[in-house]
């Protein structure tokens, strides 16, 4: 029934658009550099999606399992670890760009407060931004914060993704309330792209798909 509500779950990829969401990932992907000021910002010579999630949602984690390279971005148990945006550059394709966590940081206030206005810069700034993927814990649904992003999303005209995180760690009798509550939240968001993707990094769950999706975006 799921496919009847709005916001429904993307489709599995079919045998063409697993293949290019493969070849995508296929060849190196690099560690570019961490930015910390727009001025540092490489070129927009080409499309870039971002990653964007409240700290300790998982980010680090979906983009190892997505490029197949598990050390590419650091994962760690400390909130608020990834103080830059750090550019990562696909084979061909894409750059994949993973955003500071936002919402609570184990940092000094003026430090949030700094990745923040770097975070609001970014977003309403850069014209080759194709679409930002938001991360939701599948264990707690949308929170505040994350709605403060998607309406910072929405201002800023980017069109943004909810891609639930942690899939493998939610009961599935608990997972359709869940969706439920995600869909209420997304409904008040212009930006909103209308499918979700449910994931797990650890159990590879959904990561076809996402790769699929960001080898279509052009």
């Known amino acids: ?52 999630g409240r700290s300790n949602v998982g980010k680090s984690s979906l983009i ?26 696909t084979t061909n394709g894409p750059y994949l760009v993973d955003l500071p966590g936002y919402g609570f940081a184990n940092a000094p206030v003026a430090v949030v407060a700094k990745w923040q206005r770097l975070l609001k810069s970014y977003l309403s700034g850069r014209q080759n931004l194709r679409r930002a993927f938001v991360l939701i814990d599948a264990r707690h649904g949308v929170k505040p914060v994350d ?21 493998d760690k939610v009961k599935e009798k608990d997972r359709e309330k869940v969706l439920e509550q995600v869909r209420k939240a997304l409904a008040k968001h212009p930006a909103a792209f209308p499918e979700m993707v449910l994931t797990s990094s650890e159990k590879g769950d959904g990561i076809e798909t996402l790769r699929a999706i960001i080898a279509e975006l052009d």
């Open 64 to 89: 190892n399992a997505l490029t197949g390279r598990k050390g590419l971005a650091r994962a760690s148990n400390t909130p608020g670890r990834t103080q830059e945006i750090n550019f990562f550059t």
């Open 1 to 52: 029934m799921s496919e009847q509500l709005p916001f429904p779950l993307a489709d599995e990829p079919d045998l063409a658009e697993r293949e290019a969401g493969r070849l995508l990932f296929a060849g190196n992907t690099d560690f570019l550099k961490g930015v910390v000021a727009m001025s540092g910002l490489p070129d927009p010579d080409r499309l870039e999606i971002c990653f964007a």
């Open 147 to 167: 709605d403060e992003i998607m309406s910072l999303l929405d201002s800023s005209a980017v069109t943004f993704q909810a891609v639930l995180t942690k899939a």
